[in-house]
């Protein structure tokens, strides 16, 4: 089993001043369908897909995508990386997917202070999304959580809306806006997986190396 991750756009709707992935408002790459599927094509194992960005749930393609992925039966899991702005609208897309496909989908929903700050319910909306699918077999909600700004206000919410066991909680790290700052460690990467590749918005494949992703994203208008 391998893991696709590819980022399919650079444009998000808010602008984490922290971002690694240089994404934002003032981006506008969007990958294309061909150009997608020539990536899935090119693995011919079975496969996990993360779909990330900038926010992948402005691509209006994001469906084709998934309906593709699907098609080939090689797709066992998809893993959508989302700021959650736009997810009470995809919600139940999202959920009708996994039923009727029977591919589980984890939706890794991001948190951190920038976040907070936009949308200060947003602990609140990840309890309802994880306990409106709780007994739904292969959905999942998972908090991503990156710390280094009002930290104990983040982990006292984590702890008042009980998402504790849903929430992996990391540190900010040294790479994308954040490169060079010494505050802050490079990123480390644990995975458990045979083995995976990433692609940027435009197609481009860096293998293994987060770093050199990042920084050419940086370069993408
Ligand atoms: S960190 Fe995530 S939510 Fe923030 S600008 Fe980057 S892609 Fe968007």
Same mark, same amino acid.
């Given at each position: 089993?391998?893991? &696709?991750?590819?980022? +399919? ?18 981006? !506008?790459?969007?990958?294309?369908? #061909?150009?997608?599927?020539?990536? &899935? ?47 009470? !609208?995809?919600?139940? /897309? ?24 936009? #949308?200060? /319910? ?7 999304? *994880? ?12 908090? =991503? ?8 206000? &983040?982990?006292?919410?984590?702890? #008042? =809306? =009980? ?17 060079? =700052? ?28 987060? +770093?050199?992703?990042?920084? *050419? ?5």
């Amino acid at each position: 089993m391998i893991r &696709i991750y590819i980022n +399919i756009t650079n444009q998000c709707n808010t602008n984490c001043p922290f971002c690694c992935m240089y994404s934002g408002t003032e981006k !506008s790459t969007y990958m294309s369908f #061909n150009k997608y599927k020539e990536i &899935i094509d090119f693995h011919k194992k079975d496969f996990e897909l993360q779909l990330e960005g900038g926010e992948p749930l402005l691509h209006e393609d994001l469906y084709l995508f998934l309906e593709y992925a699907r098609s080939t039966k090689r797709c066992k899991k998809i893993i959508l990386s989302t700021n959650g702005i736009l997810l009470d !609208s995809h919600f139940v /897309r999202l959920v009708d997917f996994n039923k009727y496909n029977k591919i589980p989908i984890t939706v890794k929903l991001s948190i951190n202070y920038w976040l907070h700050k936009e #949308n200060p /319910r947003c602990f609140e909306k990840a309890l309802d999304w *994880h306990l409106a699918t709780e007994f739904i077999e292969g959905f999942n909600i998972k908090l =991503n959580v990156r710390l280094r700004n009002q930290d104990q206000l &983040i982990r006292d919410e984590i702890n #008042n =809306n =009980n998402l504790g066991a849903i929430s992996n909680i990391y540190y900010l790290q040294s790479y994308g806006k954040l490169s060079g =700052n010494k505050d802050y460690e490079k990123p480390v990467i644990v995975q458990n997986i045979d083995d995976w590749f990433l692609y940027s918005t435009d197609g481009t494949c860096f293998n293994k190396d987060l +770093i050199a992703r990042s920084e *050419h994203e940086g370069r993408l208008l």
